[in-house]
């Protein structure tokens, strides 16, 4: 199991060049998640997605785009990258629970992408 | 709406030493309550949560937290620390009214000297 797995691990852009972060897990898992993670701020919630197809704004979603064609892979899109997007980008994935509700479960985190917009 | 609160942002500890890292929290809602460590250039794991039950919750690597309702904290200890506890400790909260929203708080970066 390789869990949660982001492409690439670092990546730098220029003003206005666009990119596309992928996520992928392979635990079958029902939800996930895109954080930025910024020096003291902690982890911020982008767009998240509750299944195949289905996604939803988080905290902090202008200038990024998310997409969930299959249930394994969670895409996230800057189309027009800024300088305030240099961050560190996790992906989580948390699984279907029939009681409790999603926001007692656990959530895998892969070990991030760092970006650097310049 | 949540938030959190973890005061310290960097705490110093000597080896074997205990050591205990703040989080407070506000909610309009009950919630849910979860310490996450970061170790240097990984991703983000889950240490142990607190759902119902026992205030008292063990986590993995010797960890443990007190629910406090009436404080509104989520203090994280443990007894003996090891230069390999050397990381970066989140709290995160979410409510039960939600959602899929876990609402982290800033970071504690526990330093572990020899």
Not at chain 1, 5 to 19: A, E, I, W
Not at chain 1, 41 to 49: A, D, E, Q, T, V
Not at chain 1, 62 to 70: C, H
Not at chain 2, 32 to 47: A, C, D, E, S, T
């Amino acid at each position: 199991n390789a869990g949660v797995t982001q492409t690439p691990k670092f990546r730098v852009l220029k003003t206005g060049q666009s990119m596309t972060l992928l996520c992928a897990q392979d635990m079958n898992h029902e939800y996930m998640y895109w954080y930025r993670q910024d020096p003291g701020m902690g982890l911020r919630l982008i767009h998240y997605s509750v299944g195949e197809g289905t996604t939803a704004k988080g905290e902090v979603p202008d200038g990024y785009n998310v997409s969930r064609l299959k249930k394994q892979n969670f895409l996230l899109g800057l189309e027009s990258a800024a300088p305030s997007q240099t961050s560190v980008y996790f992906c989580a994935s948390s699984p279907l629970r029939t009681s409790g509700g999603p926001s007692t479960d656990t959530q895998y985190f892969g070990p991030g992408t760092r970006l650097t917009v310049l | 709406a949540q938030s959190v609160t973890q005061l310290d942002s960097q705490v110093p500890v000597f080896e074997e030493a205990p050591v205990e890292l703040r989080c407070n929290y506000s909610s309009s809602v009950s919630v849910y309550l979860f310490w996450y460590v970061q170790y240097p250039n990984q991703g983000l794991q889950l240490l142990l949560k607190y759902l119902s039950g026992s205030t008292l919750v063990k986590g993995i690597n010797g960890f443990e937290a007190e629910f406090n309702k009436s404080q509104t904290s989520f203090h994280l200890r443990k007894p003996s620390v090891h230069i390999s506890d050397t990381a970066e400790y989140f709290c995160a909260v979410s409510g039960m009214d939600s959602s899929y929203k876990l609402i982290f708080g800033s970071g504690t970066r526990l330093l572990v000297r020899p």
